[in-house]
């Protein structure tokens, strides 16, 4: 594993599991310093425990606070700056998706929640992180869309218009931001998570059956891929959304 990242900081949101928990992993085990936050302080440490006894040399800090609050943002990304002296990556991770089902049927309080969280906070985060660090020093942003963000799913679809909108804020971002900061986005097929868990639970082998690879993908599996996007190795890469699907969208289906 390169140590590209050695002397940098990130902020990684949701991060108390499944792919913030993976993503923060390996960008420690790349050399950087992570803040980590997600909404519910308890199991937020106890990731940041496990964390720290994975023996990578990059230090750990927990922020906990709900991404679709403003201050607490701010507080997140002020705790970068403040302890590791940075902000050189930001990966938005943090998503809902309380709706299932038709769009007919949709609570349009709770379609507006999973906007708020999954398309204005993001955007929220880049503007904390561009004004306290990336705007003067640079840096790269990753935002976790999906494939529901590509192609139409008829179950998710409230979550999956979301996606989509972050797909194209990440572009927008990355004209109007660049060449200081590089922002893309990952759009992950059905991750083995207790997030996805009701996408694959009942049946996971025909969850399975419908992608190329026969199998579901794993956090680690995206992790990877950011921890690519959040480094150097990328540095001619910005505007573009990864699909890490096991070849779903290949397939015409979803």
Excluded: C
């Excluded at 302080?41 to 425990?49: D, I, K, Q, Y």
């Excluded at 194209?168 to 922002?183: F, M």
């Excluded at 097929?189 to 207790?194: E, H, Y």
């Amino acid at each position: 594993m390169s140590d590209d990242l050695l002397g940098k900081s990130a902020l990684v949101t949701g991060a108390s599991r499944g792919i913030g928990f993976a993503v923060a992993a390996e960008l420690l085990e790349r050399g950087a310093n992570v803040v980590i936050s997600a909404r519910k302080p308890e199991p937020l440490e106890e990731a940041a425990e496990r964390l720290r006894g994975l023996g990578h040399p990059g230090k750990v800090v927990a922020v906990a606070g709900n991404s679709g609050d403003a201050a607490a943002r701010a507080e997140q990304v002020a705790t970068a700056v403040a302890q590791f002296g940075s902000l050189d990556v930001l990966i938005n991770n943090t998503g809902i998706n309380p709706v299932y089902g038709a769009l007919m049927d949709a609570d349009l309080d709770a379609v507006r929640k999973i906007f708020d969280v999954n398309v204005v906070a993001a955007l929220g985060y880049v503007q904390q992180a561009y004004k306290a660090w990336m705007g003067e020093h640079g840096g790269a942003v990753v935002n976790v869309a999906s494939v529901a963000g590509l192609r139409s799913t008829g179950v998710i679809a409230a979550y999956g218009a979301s996606k989509a909108a972050l797909i194209r804020l990440t572009e927008e971002l990355a004209w109007q931001l660049g060449p200081k900061i590089r922002v893309n986005a990952v759009a992950p097929g059905v991750i083995k998570t207790k997030f996805a868990d009701a996408l694959y639970s009942a049946d996971e082998e025909a969850a399975a059956g419908a992608y190329p690879m026969k199998r579901l993908g794993s956090p680690e599996d995206v992790a990877a891929l950011i921890g690519f996007l959040a480094s150097d190795e990328s540095s001619w890469i910005t505007g573009t959304t990864v699909r890490v699907d096991g070849g779903l969208l290949a397939t015409g289906g979803i």
